[in-house]
């Protein structure tokens, strides 16, 4: 089936384009972009004005919790909250039960998300075996299954010997190390930002240094093994610093940042109601002089792209004390929405540089197909309404999980639909187009 999408503002970083053109799509691939492409033999999709088309958004920090944990999310409500949320591809964390860390773990999820026919699955796999910091896991067989990357997701690597191994055998196969990076002798048991508010509430806390040594430490053996690192979830200031000094050195280092890091602060523990477990992750939110780092950083080009690090939890499990409670929220339905609002819309990037940060330097980051709407590519795209305003209800997730912190609030900008190898996956009942 041949389907032109007409009318709307494309956005292709990777292709320099930025302007009003005509999308002709066949079967699942891209065939031209372009004015006044012909409409004959074609089903016509008008785009409203305003809309915006692009790359299919791409995020490469998701936790699908399958398999084991099915109480929290499946494959299948996972992709259903990522392609809701404007994603057609996502790439899922190895922290289940089992562990991903064999072609076996990772040939299930794979199949569960063929069966599911939503969003693409790229799986990661551990580090180590049972991601415990022992013993290095079959990186060689990993990839040959199908993983994109290794990470200890939610540990940091055990040791500098174990990262340094790592890093060179991932270096074989041209796949990064992403890095949960935090110093686990500082970190204690804490559980919020070491700082005023933690303070007065009686929370341990956890400097922004902690995670800093985490950063510094993968930054040098990046230099020593010349291996791809990136840096997952990024949120002190010092990390910042550190990344910024790798790339002018010519270090392989990336790094990502969360909407919630870029939006909240550690204010949020106090309101609008103390001791809120949904308020609790890992990276913790930090002070407003680490978010505006942050946010600094995403203006000037130091970070490379935007993932949620979409971490569901039962209801049951985070409504308990908060020293007891899990980390983690889930974003993938809200990343846009708090994108466009706290990013577009109060000025500080255009446009062209979001669809970057969670399109095209995805895409580059993990060396994945689409990230771009080149001839030949997958017809993976996102039509966004950047001026949809947008209230977010947690009941409404199409996630088996509620846990976030932006109950009620109201945003401006949203996705419109989401298209998958030219299917419609998602269409916004409260958007202007039909597809």
């Known amino acids: 089936m041949k389907r032109l999408l007409k009318g709307g503002r494309v956005i292709d ?22 004015r006044d492409i012909p409409v004959e033999g074609v089903t016509v999709v008008e785009v409203p004005d305003g809309y915006v088309v692009c790359p299919g958004l791409i995020d490469i920090h998701v936790h699908l919790r399958e398999p084991g944990q099915e109480h929290k999310e499946t494959v299948a409500s996972g992709t259903a909250s990522a392609v809701a949320g ?9 922290n289940t039960t089992p562990v991903n860390d064999n072609a076996n773990v990772t040939a299930y999820i ?3 998300a063929a069966e599911a026919g939503l969003a693409r699955v790229y799986p990661i796999g551990a580090v180590s075996r049972g991601s415990k910091g022992e013993l290095l896991a079959d990186i060689a067989e990993l990839k040959a299954a199908g993983c994109v990357a290794i990470t200890d997701d939610g540990h940091p690597t055990a040791s500098a010997l174990l990262l340094r191994r790592a890093l060179e055998y991932a270096g074989m196969f041209g796949i990064p190390v992403i890095e949960h990076c935090e110093d686990q002798s500082l970190k204690g048991d804490g559980v919020a930002h070491e700082g005023f508010h933690a303070a007065s509430l009686g929370l341990r806390g956890i400097p922004g240094a902690c995670e800093a040594l985490g950063v510094e430490r993968g930054v ?20 910042l610093r550190a990344v910024r000094k790798a790339k002018e050195a010519g270090i392989r280092v990336t790094c990502e940042v969360t ?47 935007i993932a949620t690090d979409h971490a569901p939890h039962h209801y049951d499990e985070k409504n308990v004390e908060f020293d007891r409670a899990p980390f983690g929220i889930v974003g993938l339905e809200t ?44 017809a993976d795209i996102t039509i966004l309404a950047p001026d949809l305003k947008v209230r ?32 419609p996956v998602f269409v916004n009942p409260e958007a202007s187009i039909r597809l």
Do not use: Q
Not at 274 to 291: Q, V
Not at 335 to 351: E, K, Q, T, W, Y
Not at 399 to 422: C, H, I, Q, Y
């Open 259 to 305: 909407p919630h890091h870029f939006t909240l602060t550690d204010e949020s523990l106090l309101t609008p109601v103390a001791y809120d477990t949904n308020t609790k992750m890992n990276p913790p939110l930090r002070e407003a002089a680490d978010r505006d780092a942050i946010l600094g950083g995403i203006v000037d080009g130091s970070v490379d792209l």
């Open 335 to 378: 990343a846009v929405p708090l994108s466009l609002d706290r990013l577009v819309h109060s000025g500080l990037i255009r446009l062209p540089r979001l669809v970057e940060l969670m399109a095209t330097n995805p895409a580059r980051v993990l060396n994945l197909p689409g990230g771009t709407l080149s001839e030949g590519a997958p």
């Open 220 to 239: 040098l053996l990046a230099e020593l093994t010349g291996s791809h690192f990136h840096v997952a979830h990024m949120s002190a200031r010092a990390s």
């Open 392 to 423: 977010i209800v947690a009941n409404a997730l199409r996630s088996r999980s509620k846990n976030m912190p932006f109950d009620g609030w109201e945003l401006r900008g949203s996705v419109a639909a989401t298209m998958v190898g030219g299917r």
């Open 110 to 112: 794979l199949a569960k």
């Open 86 to 94: 404007g994603f057609t591809a996502v790439a899922c964390m190895p």
């Open 13 to 34: 970083p990777g292709n320099g384009i930025d302007g009003m053109h005509d999308v002709l799509i066949d079967g699942d691939r891209i065939v031209r972009v372009g």
